[in-house]
C-alpha cells in the first residue's frame, strides 16, 4: 500500500502538466517493460505467451479500466477522498461473488455490506451543492478493480504472478492508448520521464507484492491491511499537496473500513464453520 501510495503522489504531480492518457500510456510501457524483465529473468518467458487465456484477458482489461478510472479520478480528487472511494472493493467483491457465483451471504455481512455503501455517500456527497462526479468516477474504478480481482482468485497458481503482473501491464497501457488518441500529445521533459519511470518501478512493485500477498494466504488476515492504504494516502496528500480530508470523508472512511473489516471476519467465521462441517462429516 505504501508502494502504491509513492507512485500515486509522483503521478498525480505529473497530471498537473501532462494529459490524462499519455501518463497512463507512457507509464504503462514502462511498467510493462520491467515487469517483462523480470518475468523473464526469473524464467517465464514462455508463460507470458502460453499463459494468455479469456480468464487472464479479462483481469487485464478489468485492470486497464481501473487504473483509467482511476487516474482519471486522482487528477481531479484530493489523494484521500479518492483513497476512501476504492475501499468500497472488498465490500464489492462481495456483493459480486453473490451475483456470479451464488455464494451465500448472511443478514449481518448484507447489513455491513450497506453501512459501507452509506459511507462511500458521505465521501461521494451525492447532493446538489457538494457533488464530486470524480468520485463517482472513483466509485468505478473500484467496480473494475474487484472484478479484476474476482477474475484474478480463478486464474490459479499454474500461472506466475509475474506473468499476470505483465498482461495487467499491457491492458494498463492499451486503454492509455485510447486515452491518448483524444488528446493533444505533449513531449515529456528529462526530469518528468525520470519521475514516471520512478513512478512506475513503485507501481510495478505494488503490483508483484499485491499478488504474492494474496497467494495461499486466509484472506481475513491479509485483506485489512489493504487499508493502511488511507493512511498512507493521508499522509502523503498531506505532505506533497497540503491537501486533508473533511470530516465527512473522515467519518465515510470509517464506515466503510469498518464494515470492510467485519465483513472479511463473517467470512472467516463462515469458512471455519464448513471446514468444521466437513470434518464431522468425513
Given at each position: 500500500m505504501a508502494a502504491y501510495t509513492v507512485n500515486d503522489v509522483l503521478v498525480k504531480q505529473i497530471l498537473r502538466t501532462y494529459p490524462v492518457g499519455e501518463v497512463i500510456f507512457v507509464r504503462g510501457i514502462m511498467a510493462m517493460l520491467l515487469i517483462g524483465a523480470v518475468a523473464v529473468a526469473l524464467g517465464h518467458r514462455k508463460a507470458i505467451g502460453t499463459a494468455l487465456s479469456p480468464l487472464l484477458t479479462a483481469r487485464s482489461a478489468f485492470d486497464g479500466l481501473s487504473t483509467?478510472?482511476?487516474?482519471?479520478?486522482?487528477?481531479?480528487?484530493?489523494?484521500?477522498?479518492?483513497?476512501?472511494?476504492?475501499?468500497?472493493?472488498?465490500?464489492?467483491?462481495?456483493?459480486?461473488?453473490?451475483?456470479?457465483?451464488?455464494?451465500?451471504?448472511?443478514?449481518?455481512?448484507?447489513?455491513?455490506?450497506?453501512?459501507?455503501?452509506?459511507?462511500?455517500?458521505?465521501?461521494?456527497?451525492?447532493?446538489?451543492?457538494?457533488?464530486?462526479?470524480?468520485?463517482?468516477?472513483?466509485?468505478?474504478?473500484?467496480?473494475f478493480a474487484a472484478l479484476r480481482e474476482t477474475a484474478n482468485r480463478r486464474i490459479g497458481h499454474g500461472v506466475p504472478?509475474?506473468?499476470?503482473?505483465?498482461?495487467?501491464?499491457?491492458?494498463?497501457?492499451?486503454?492509455?492508448?485510447?486515452?491518448?488518441?483524444?488528446?493533444?500529445?505533449?513531449?515529456?521533459?528529462?526530469?518528468?520521464?525520470?519521475?514516471?519511470?520512478?513512478?512506475?518501478?513503485?507501481?510495478?512493485?505494488?503490483?508483484?507484492?499485491?499478488?504474492?500477498?494474496?497467494?495461499d494466504v486466509d484472506l481475513s488476515v491479509v485483506a485489512p491491511f489493504r487499508y493502511t492504504y488511507l493512511i498512507t494516502s493521508a499522509v502523503g496528500g498531506y505532505l506533497v499537496f497540503a491537501e486533508f480530508p473533511d470530516g465527512w470523508t473522515v467519518f465515510g472512511a470509517l464506515?466503510?473500513?469498518?464494515?470492510?473489516?467485519?465483513?472479511?471476519?463473517?467470512?472467516?467465521?463462515?469458512?471455519?464453520?464448513?471446514?468444521?462441517?466437513?470434518?464431522?462429516?468425513?
Amino acid at each position: 500500500m505504501a508502494a502504491y501510495t509513492v507512485n500515486d503522489v509522483l503521478v498525480k504531480q505529473i497530471l498537473r502538466t501532462y494529459p490524462v492518457g499519455e501518463v497512463i500510456f507512457v507509464r504503462g510501457i514502462m511498467a510493462m517493460l520491467l515487469i517483462g524483465a523480470v518475468a523473464v529473468a526469473l524464467g517465464h518467458r514462455k508463460a507470458i505467451g502460453t499463459a494468455l487465456s479469456p480468464l487472464l484477458t479479462a483481469r487485464s482489461a478489468f485492470d486497464g479500466l481501473s487504473t483509467a478510472t482511476f487516474i482519471t479520478a486522482l487528477a481531479h480528487m484530493p489523494l484521500a477522498n479518492v483513497a476512501a472511494v476504492l475501499q468500497i472493493g472488498p465490500l464489492l467483491i462481495t456483493v459480486l461473488a453473490v451475483l456470479l457465483f451464488r455464494e451465500t451471504v448472511g443478514w449481518r455481512r448484507w447489513i455491513a455490506i450497506s453501512i459501507g455503501f452509506i459511507g462511500a455517500l458521505f465521501v461521494i456527497k451525492p447532493v446538489p451543492a457538494s457533488f464530486d462526479i470524480w468520485a463517482i468516477i472513483a466509485a468505478v474504478s473500484a467496480l473494475f478493480a474487484a472484478l479484476r480481482e474476482t477474475a484474478n482468485r480463478r486464474i490459479g497458481h499454474g500461472v506466475p504472478v509475474m506473468v499476470v503482473a505483465f498482461w495487467g501491464a499491457v491492458g494498463i497501457t492499451l486503454f492509455g492508448a485510447l486515452f491518448v488518441v483524444t488528446e493533444s500529445w505533449r513531449m515529456f521533459d528529462g526530469a518528468d520521464l525520470f519521475q514516471l519511470f520512478v513512478a512506475s518501478v513503485f507501481v510495478g512493485i505494488a503490483i508483484y507484492l499485491m499478488a504474492l500477498g494474496f497467494r495461499d494466504v486466509d484472506l481475513s488476515v491479509v485483506a485489512p491491511f489493504r487499508y493502511t492504504y488511507l493512511i498512507t494516502s493521508a499522509v502523503g496528500g498531506y505532505l506533497v499537496f497540503a491537501e486533508f480530508p473533511d470530516g465527512w470523508t473522515v467519518f465515510g472512511a470509517l464506515l466503510i473500513v469498518g464494515s470492510g473489516i467485519y465483513t472479511l471476519h463473517r467470512e472467516a467465521v463462515r469458512r471455519r464453520r464448513l471446514s468444521a462441517e466437513a470434518q464431522t462429516a468425513a
